[in-house]
């Protein structure tokens, strides 16, 4: 039996997914299938790094060192072909608060930012939160997969957008963007002096036949005005101990990024999110081969259900993620419609597509990383909730 088979209890941990359904749902009794981290156990090697440290005992301020930031450079290098320096690194408790550091520092309120709909919802959320404004250039949707329409994409970098969020790999679509594309991408932002934010939290969780490429990778032009959200909180499952880094190698970025977490009166990471992230990305490449062959295989088996059970349902092939986007506009219920049937006939909870923006409408995503128990007792849910 697989490691990955073993069914934990999550309840009562706190757990975002587990314990706040009801909160967000109105619902206790359901499957939860939406937030974005996994029900299974981390690498071994990973706790056995916490758990050393924990009987260490004492738990004073604790500063990034150069062991992780080895460890972050030899896997970018090992798994991305990417060469970066330690002097490009700086830290952040998660990727999200990344990207409102960034978008504090690089632009000021009424600026406009680039996102490409449907996407992760925060990604709106920290444009608006921070006073900025929002510029759309939704992505085009044909023959069940997502591609980038640049005409729209050059027209909205024309209204004097400041600031790019790029998600690669895609969250929800499940896109892995090709070299051609990012380069088309980087290009026009160099073109209109656009300054690009990549994240690319989901970059190690690629199925075969697909490479992640780092958009800054690419070429010197584009790197100097990337900066690059990683962690290993989707990858190996750490999401709780809040670590991440930013990767530019643009030091006038920096210093602003630098100056901003001066005015937040942040300095330093929690003491076990450094030596997870350290432990993750130093000894979690086996773990990461072990669970990208189990993921996959939760692909094909919900693929397998859907166009059994679920004819009126469409998978988007994901490239990518743990996270799967199914179209359910052929069944023509309103967002509201599907939303009950989801919650009050099938008893589980998944991501509306309206939470991504702009045609999200009538689909839903649904998170695979868990036991294939607990992945079957989801689809035949979604088949009470969606089957004719
Ligand atoms: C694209 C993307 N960025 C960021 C995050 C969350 O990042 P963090 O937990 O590091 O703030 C997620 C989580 O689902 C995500 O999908």
């Known amino acids: 039996m697989s490691k990955f088979e073993e069914i934990i209890d999550r309840k009562g941990s706190s757990s975002v997914k587990w314990d706040l359904t009801k909160t967000v749902f109105g619902k206790e009794d359901v499957l939860p299938m939406w937030v974005a ?48 320096e ?7 408790p998660g990727v999200v608060p990344a990207i409102s550091t960034i978008i504090q520092a690089l632009t000021i309120p009424g600026d406009k930012v680039l996102v490409q709909s449907p996407v992760y919802t925060p990604f709106f959320n920290l444009v608006e939160d921070n006073g900025r404004e929002i510029v759309n250039a939704q992505l085009d949707y044909h023959d069940g997969s997502y591609s980038i329409d640049y005409q729209a994409f050059e027209e909205s ?44 939290i989901h970059s190690d969780l690629v199925y075969k036949s697909h490479s992640h490429i780092p958009l800054a990778s690419l070429h ?24 991440s880094a930013m990767i530019t190698s643009n030091p006038d970025i920096r210093e602003k990024i630098a100056s901003v977490h001066k005015k937040q009166g942040f300095f330093t990471l929690n003491t076990f999110g450094i030596i997870g992230m350290e432990a993750a990305y130093r000894h979690g490449e086996q773990w990461l081969e072990e669970i990208l062959e189990y993921l996959q295989e939760n692909v094909k088996v919900t ?76 689809l035949e849910r979604l088949k009470v909730a969606l089957g004719s």
Request: one cysteine or more; a negative charge.
């Open 86 to 92: 330690t002097s490009w690194l700086q830290y952040s």
């Open 303 to 378: 693929a397998a259900f859907i166009e059994e059970h679920l004819p009126g349902l469409k998978l988007v092939n994901p490239e990518g993620t743990y996270l799967l986007w199914i179209d359910c506009t052929n069944l023509n219920l309103s967002d509201e419609e599907l939303k009950s049937r989801l919650l009050d006939q099938g008893k589980l909870a998944l991501e509306p597509g309206t939470k991504y923006g702009p045609g999200g409408e009538g689909f839903v995503r649904m998170n695979i990383a868990c036991p294939r128990e607990t992945l079957m007792d989801g």
């Open 157 to 200: 970098l024309q209204t004097g957008v400041k600031l790019f969020l790029l998600c690669n790999p895609h969250n929800p679509s499940g896109r892995v963007w090709k070299k051609e594309e990012l380069t088309k991408m980087a290009e026009l932002c160099h073109k209109h002096d656009v300054v690009i934010v990549s994240d690319e």
């Open 37 to 84: 981290d996994m029900d299974f156990l981390p690498p071994q090697n990973v706790l056995e790094a916490l758990e050393t440290r924990l009987k260490h005992g004492i738990f004073g301020y604790t500063f990034v060192g150069d062991k992780t930031a080895t460890s972050i450079k030899d896997w970018l290098q090992k798994r991305h072909g990417w060469q970066i």
């Open 220 to 243: 010197e032009t584009y790197r100097d005005r990337t900066i690059t959200c990683i962690a290993p909180s989707k990858t190996f499952n750490l999401a709780g101990l809040q670590a």
